[in-house]
């Protein structure tokens, strides 16, 4: 089962760029897919973005769509979530996981990291 650790977050003024990390040890195979979330306090864990294994499909959440980007090196087992124009809204504790179907649901997701915070000032 793979294992996923985050890292990247921060503190940023609006506007500001972050890059956060997933990265992935243990057991992985192909039809693994990547899938970012964020929760913000009080509120549920929401969809950002996903990838394929692959590599060659990603979705993004309507919020986020041509400020994050979502991308792998696969030669690392790393993934990341280039987060560009932030806003404060975007505030949230932000999960990388796996799943072995094509999904937005959280629920469809079995294997979590442990969350990297990222916090954006007005």
């Known amino acids: 089962q793979v294992q996923l650790v985050e890292s990247g977050g921060g503190l940023v003024q609006a506007g500001g760029s972050l890059r956060l990390s997933c990265a992935a040890s243990?057991?992985?195979?192909?039809?693994?897919?990547i899938g970012w979330f964020c929760q913000a306090p009080g509120k549920e864990r929401t969809f950002v973005a996903r990838i394929t294994w692959s590599g060659d499909l990603r979705t993004y959440a309507d919020a986020v769509k041509g400020r994050f980007t979502i991308s792998r090196d696969n030669s690392k087992n790393t993934w990341y979530l280039q987060m560009n124009n932030l806003k404060p809204e975007d505030t949230a504790v932000y999960y990388c996981?796996?799943?072995?179907?094509?999904?937005?649901?959280?629920?469809?997701?079995?294997?979590w990291g442990q969350g990297t915070q990222v916090t954006v000032s007005s």
């Open positions: 996981a796996t799943t072995g179907t094509w999904s937005s649901r959280s629920w469809d997701y079995s294997n």
């Open positions: 243990g057991r992985t195979y192909p039809t693994l897919h």
